[in-house]
């Protein structure tokens, strides 16, 4: 009875299968995305240094959603493709045994807050006042992450079974949490002491941890298709080995950014400290066009997983095609709003004179590589939904590390701090040719 719950993946015409699992959660990531550019807004109101000190800490505060979603789509992957293909026990045993290595991974950020953080931020300045603010914030985020692990892990598996609007409803409402208590807990209304950057951190866990909750109490209410328990708590090595071969290097790709940042950071201060607020801020607003196309390929992924395991093939390539559709709308979205809004964007950041003049022309070259970045985005996920991960890392490890970095360090020698801008574009150019070869070439050999 429970495996006719997900019928209607290999069932429904693929188009209002694929919006109606895409659409919930594009909506939540604008909201996640929204939640993202309001906290850096709020921060900014406490000055440059303020800002600079969160984004030296947003590398550390990456891989913990790194870890998170990338154990997550391993569980997804495992979950859908075990309910694709007629197995419940084992979509029962990847749910459970799923949270289960969620909560040992939060375990391991206490101790990560505790002995990394400091040693970390200092490799990035060593300014009294940046070091002590980005310091408060990352021991607050990192040690208190167990909410964002478990309350991610939790999305996954909604996903997994196609439980797309309950989902877009929980997220939705953590971030909402998140961004009533930034004001109040950095600046210090209805009676709450001003906590500063502090202040932020410790509104960012308390939504975490409320979505979570909120999940448990909507899993315990309705029958979401896999049942997490007890019974179903064991040392299976093969459903261990399935969730990793995906989720690690899913981790590994989402964690890439992270890194990214860290080593261009350490490039552009050798330029100026505002490079590195530009930098930041970058990373804030690029996630209104690819949250909003993660949450497609979040869509897609539960679609391509099930189908895959009911060799429904052309009902597959199908939605993949509509996604890659999608997302290339969004990109040019966002290419538009780079090239010809970039000063009104930049102003909601409070930009000085500085910030804004260079923060325009990263924007704008930036934004170059939007349209192109929908190949390697779109096949990334669909990689992950087919247990195939390696050719999801090697597709973000030429878009996000080795490439970008190459060119930054190469033509920041001959171009300044443009050429790590233009670094950007060129990566993903690369990258998106690399993934077209790489899905033709499994399409190939897909079910050997």
Request: aromatic share 12%; with cysteine; proline share 3%.
């Amino acid at each position: 009875m429970e495996q006719s719950k997900q019928d209607f993946m290999k069932t429904r015409p693929v188009l209002p299968l694929l919006l109606s699992m895409a659409i919930p959660m594009m909506l939540s990531m604008l909201i996640q995305s929204l939640y993202n550019i309001v906290d850096s807004i709020f921060v900014s109101r406490l000055g440059t240094d303020a800002l600079t000190a969160v984004s030296l800490v947003y590398p550390l505060q990456n891989i913990i959603v790194s870890v998170a979603v990338g154990i997550g789509v391993g569980i997804s992957s495992v979950i859908s493709r075990h309910l694709g293909a007629g197995n419940q026990e084992n979509a029962d045993k990847a749910a459970t045994i799923g949270m289960a290595l969620t909560v040992f991974h939060s375990i391991l950020f206490v101790f990560i807050g505790l002995f990394v953080t400091v040693p970390f931020l200092k490799l990035f300045t060593d300014n009294a006042e940046i070091l002590n603010m980005a310091a408060q914030y990352g021991k607050i985020v990192l040690c208190f992450s167990f909410g964002s692990l478990l309350q991610i892990s939790m999305e996954k598996i909604f996903q997994a079974t196609g439980n797309m609007v309950a989902t877009m409803f929980l997220l939705g409402t953590g971030c909402i949490i998140n961004i009533i208590l930034d004001p109040i807990l950095i600046f210090g209304y209805f009676g709450f002491p001003a906590l500063g950057v502090s202040g932020a951190a410790i509104a960012t866990v308390i939504g975490q941890i409320a979505a979570f909750l909120l999940y448990i109490v909507v899993y315990k209410k309705m029958n979401i298709g896999v049942t997490i328990s007890k019974s179903h708590l064991t040392f299976d090595r093969s459903i261990i080995r399935q969730i990793y071969s995906v989720g690690i290097p899913s981790s590994i790709m989402t964690t890439l950014p992270s890194v990214l940042i860290s080593i261009l950071n350490g490039l552009l201060i050798g330029f100026s400290d505002v490079y590195v607020a530009v930098l930041g801020i970058y990373f804030k607003l690029q996630t209104f066009i690819y949250m909003p196309a993660n949450g497609i390929i979040q869509g897609l992924r539960p679609i391509v997983g099930y189908n895959y395991g009911a060799h429904e093939t052309k009902r597959m390539y199908q939605s993949i095609h509509l996604s890659l559709l999608f997302t290339a709308i969004l990109m040019v979205l966002g290419t538009i709003a780079a090239l010809v809004f970039p000063k009104p964007i930049l102003s909601l950041f409070d930009a000085d004179a500085a910030l804004m003049e260079s923060g325009v022309t990263a924007l704008r070259i930036i934004s170059l590589g939007f349209l192109v970045s929908t190949f390697s985005t779109v096949y990334s996920g669909t990689f992950e939904a087919l247990g195939k991960g390696k050719e999801s890392l090697i597709i973000s490890l030429l878009r996000q590390f080795i490439i970008t970095i190459l060119l930054s360090y190469i033509l920041s020698k001959f171009f300044g701090v443009n050429g790590i801008w233009a670094s950007f574009p060129i990566a993903e150019a690369i990258a998106a040719v690399a993934a077209i070869y790489l899905f033709y070439r499994t399409k190939q050999h897909l079910y050997q």
